[in-house]
Nanobody, 126 residues
Framework: VQLQASGGGLVQAGDSLRLSCAAS????????MGWFRQAPGKEREFVAT????????DYADSVKGRFTISRDNAKNTVYLQMSSVKPEDTAVYYC????????????????????WGQGTLVTVSS
């Protein structure tokens, strides 16, 4: 199973950016999906998550109202639309998958992640 994250880059504060995570070797429809991020010198933290059928989404307080997670199971891809980015959003962003039979399960904890993507760097300048 491989998760390939892309879409990172250097942007200015207030800009928008969309990250993508493409899965291979498995179907995203079998997993709750999420995005985590890790800033320099900090632990990896939860950003956003979506359940298998998109019934449930959840966000970290720090990104609520600015980021939107979505998924296209037909394309085996999960997205993170980032708007009104701030310098404190600078981090390596990782997509994550949690295998589950439930349509109500999401992935908020690193301990629940079965697969990680390789990460994509987002740098926000002020």
């Amino acid at each position: 199973v491989q998760l390939q994250a892309s879409g990172g880059g250097l942007v200015q504060a207030g800009d928008s950016l969309r990250l993508s995570c493409a899965a291979s070797g498995t179907s995203t429809s079998s997993s709750a999906m999420g995005w985590f991020r890790q800033a320099p010198g900090k632990e990896r933290e939860f950003v956003a998550t979506v359940s298998k059928t998109s019934m449930i989404t959840d966000y970290a307080d720090s990104v609520k109202g600015r980021f939107t997670i979505s998924r296209d199971n037909a394309k085996n891809t999960v997205y993170l639309q980032m708007s009104s980015v701030k310098p404190e959003d600078t981090a390596v962003y990782y997509c994550a998958a949690r295998l589950t039979p439930s349509i109500r399960v999401v992935v908020r904890s690193r301990d629940d992640v079965n697969y990680w993507g390789q990460g994509t760097l987002v740098t926000v300048s002020s």
